[in-house]
């Protein structure tokens, strides 16, 4: 399965982006979606994922900004983003998961090794 993210960009902050990840569809193997992000020298961080059921999860620092969503007709996983944060500056990468379970919207259950594709990340950058 081939994940192509795109939208990245360079704002100010709080502006607004939305990142789009074509290839993302939900299949009888694939049961979970989400958003990665990562900055230089530090781990992949989980930002949100969201399940087959429609079910969605957050880390705490974008709830109430960033909102995920997906498209079946169109096969296209979603990240709109608003009120965006000089911490929010990292390369973006989507994802999508073949292991069934309620850890795929359950913060702390969420690892980056439960997750079988990746795209190649899309770049954000927000200045102050």
């Known amino acids: 399965e081939q994940l192509v993210e795109s939208g990245g960009g360079s704002v100010q902050a709080g502006g607004s982006l939305r990142l789009s990840c074509e290839g993302a569809?939900?299949?009888?193997?694939?049961?979970?979606m989400a958003w990665f992000r990562q900055v230089p020298d530090q781990e992949r961080q989980w930002v949100s994922s969201?399940?087959?059921?429609?079910?969605?999860s957050y880390i705490d620092s974008v709830k109430g900004r960033f909102t995920i969503s997906q498209d079946n007709a169109t096969n296209t996983l979603y990240l709109q983003m608003h009120s965006l944060k000089p911490e929010d500056s990292a390369m973006y990468y989507c994802?999508?998961?073949?292991?069934?379970?309620?850890?795929?919207?359950?913060?702390?259950?969420?690892?980056?090794?439960?997750?079988?594709?990746w795209g190649q990340g899309t770049e954000v950058t927000v200045s102050s």
């Open positions: 969201i399940s087959s059921d429609g079910t969605s």
């Open positions: 994802t999508t998961s073949t292991n069934a379970g309620n850890w795929c919207t359950t913060p702390g259950r969420v690892e980056h090794y439960l997750f079988n594709y």
């Open positions: 569809r939900f299949t009888s193997r694939i049961y979970c």
